[in-house]
């Protein structure tokens, strides 16, 4: 006979001998177990979030409450960019979440320095057409920054339906990538919110970001320079670009729509740098697809280490994620969508004109609202690289009139330098992670962790090697 205990309101579920107790949060969304999951004591919830029933239009999220303390710990919100990529496979299982798939991408290891230590943490499949979010709407996969931040807004909204006890937490957004413009853009549409809204409103305490794109035109740019900094092409070809290149007129839509002499230049550059690199970490070796897929299909580990790195574990996590097994644990893909899963969405129809879009008025917008800013870069990344990232905070501060309040200099943690750092009228931060990569948390998942923990709790890198506990 089966028996039902209503305890006020109070779920209790045993899971793997642990006692969870679920205060007032969706059970149809507990994530019970993952396959091949090792043993955790906190909780996960996945499931979709209704942002548009009319159309259909439905966003896929991934939570993970924090390892300890959780009651006591802010919510988080994770995005990845693309534009058009995953924040479950980027952030949630290859960077900062609580798991890291296995050689064999059939289960999961624990990432020691998973973000949740830190924070309550939510990853969201951003845009509809992006991982398992999707929309019966066709027309709706025809996108662009302002529908999508409003589609985050919307879903913000809808999740604290589902999860009532955050609405009361301190809320960080943070991202990379070409989250330099979703992150930004979500935190202008709650600044918008808070001040119609006569009701609830966010408590929206920092916005952190990760070699984002900011400026296409600096950006671009600085990828030429980064190239020639680091010995990756000759003084010649360097100076060719330098000499042949407006990157006023640089453009997504038509990045090479210069002149015939720039554009030769850029494409000597390239050849130079060849395909044997990874530009998203210059130092990190290569993984050899073919060999990688082989494997798993053959069962086999198939792990390839770099510097202390899994450099195959995007071919993992692809594997994993199409597991039917997953899907199931994940209560994903629940409308059997015609495409398997993965990392950068295959349907998107992105704006080609919004990744041209000037970020730094919004983030003006934003500190002027006495919210914090923290930028921070890997310098081994020559997609978004430092040099450009750390002269348009700069000019930033200018434009706000903010002065120095921490001079540039290198931060520490664990004795050793953790990267650089310099801070523009107590709410501008710019930050360097020494040895990190585009997906910084992938590359420096300690020093990371030691930089988000510093942010979510308000305090500045430190600038002296006394230990740090995170």
Not at 377 to 390: A, F, I, T, Y
Not at 412 to 433: I, P, S
Request: include cysteine.
């Amino acid at each position: 006979m089966r028996k039902c205990w209503l305890v006020v309101g109070v779920l209790i579920v045993v899971i793997y001998g642990t006692l969870l107790v679920v205060q007032g949060y969706p059970i149809e969304d507990l994530v019970v177990k993952l396959p091949g999951q090792p043993k955790v004591e906190f909780s996960q919830y996945a499931g979709y979030v209704d942002v548009d029933v009319k159309h259909g239009r439905s966003l896929f999220y991934y939570f993970v409450e924090a390892d300890h303390q959780p009651e006591k710990k802010p919510l988080t919100l994770w995005l990845n960019g693309g534009p058009g990529c995953s924040s479950i496979g980027g952030g949630a299982f290859t960077e900062l979440g609580p798991f890291y798939p296995t050689g064999d991408g059939r289960g999961l290891r624990k990432n020691s320095m998973s973000w949740n230590r830190a924070s309550n943490l939510l990853f969201l499949e951003s845009p509809a057409g992006v991982g398992w979010s999707y929309s019966n709407t066709t027309s709706d996969y025809n996108i662009g920054d302002a529908s999508t931040a409003n589609d985050a807004l919307l879903f913000l909204l809808k999740w604290y339906e589902k999860f009532p006890t955050y609405k009361s937490r301190d809320l960080f957004l943070t991202g990379e990538s070409y989250a330099g413009h979703y992150i930004p853009q979500l935190a202008n549409a709650i600044l918008d919110y808070n001040a119609r809204s006569t009701g609830y409103k966010f408590k929206l305490k920092g916005v952190a970001i990760g070699n984002p794109l900011l400026n296409l035109d600096r950006d671009a740019q600085a990828t030429y320079d980064y190239f020639w900094s680091h010995g990756m092409i000759s003084d010649e070809v360097g100076l060719a670009i330098t000499k042949e290149c407006d990157f006023d007129d640089y453009t997504f839509a038509s990045p090479h729509n210069v002149s015939e002499s720039c554009n030769n230049a850029m494409s000597d550059a390239n050849k130079i740098v060849g395909e044997y690199i990874n530009n998203y970490d210059v130092l990190l070796d290569v993984c050899y697809p073919a060999i990688v897929e082989q494997e798993l299909r053959l069962k086999k580990m198939a792990t390839k280490i770099s510097l202390g790195i899994d450099v195959c574990m995007s071919y993992e996590r692809r594997f994993y994620f199409n597991l039917p097994e997953v899907q199931k644990a994940l209560h994903a893909n629940r409308t059997n969508l015609l495409y398997p899963w993965s990392m950068c969405s295959r349907v998107l129809n992105y704006s080609d004109t919004d990744p041209n879009t000037n970020i730094l008025p919004t983030l003006k917008r934003i500190v002027e609202n006495h919210i914090p800013v923290w930028v921070f870069s890997g310098d081994q990344d020559s997609v978004v690289p430092l040099l450009g990232s750390r002269t348009l905070i700069r000019e930033l501060a200018h434009d706000l009139k903010f002065k120095i309040t921490v001079p540039y200099g290198a931060w520490f943690h664990k004795g050793q330098v953790g990267g650089w750092a310099t801070e523009y009228g107590n709410l501008l931060t710019f930050a360097t992670v020494r040895g990190a990569a585009h997906m910084v948390p992938y590359a420096q998942p300690s020093r990371a962790l030691h930089l988000f923990s510093n942010f979510v709790n308000g305090r500045r890198l430190p600038n002296t090697t006394r230990p740090s506990i995170d």
